[in-house]
């Protein structure tokens, strides 16, 4: 199984989109994005909770 997250799915007009195995895994790699990409530093706390709603889990066939 593989956690993932698109900004598009909290509605930004943006087509980042990362994976990781775990949530703490992930969770970085939005952060840094936010920081770079939207200036975001830090994310808004209702931005936060709009991205953990929106991370999906993948199941794979293997």
Same mark, same amino acid.
């Given at each position: 199984?593989?956690?993932?997250?698109?900004?598009?799915?909290?509605?930004?007009?943006?087509?980042?989109?990362?994976?990781?195995?775990?949530?703490? %895994?992930?969770?970085? @790699?939005?952060?840094?994005?936010? &920081? /770079?990409?939207?200036?975001?530093?830090?994310?808004?706390? %209702?931005?936060?909770? @709009?991205?953990?709603?929106?991370? &999906? /889990?993948?199941?794979?066939?293997?």
């Amino acid at each position: 199984m593989t956690k993932e997250f698109a900004c598009k799915d909290i509605g930004m007009s943006c087509g980042f989109k990362a994976s990781a195995k775990t949530e703490e %895994e992930l969770m970085p @790699k939005i952060v840094q994005h936010a &920081k /770079e990409a939207h200036k975001l530093d830090p994310i808004p706390a %209702e931005t936060a909770q @709009k991205v953990k709603a929106a991370i &999906k /889990e993948k199941k794979g066939w293997f």
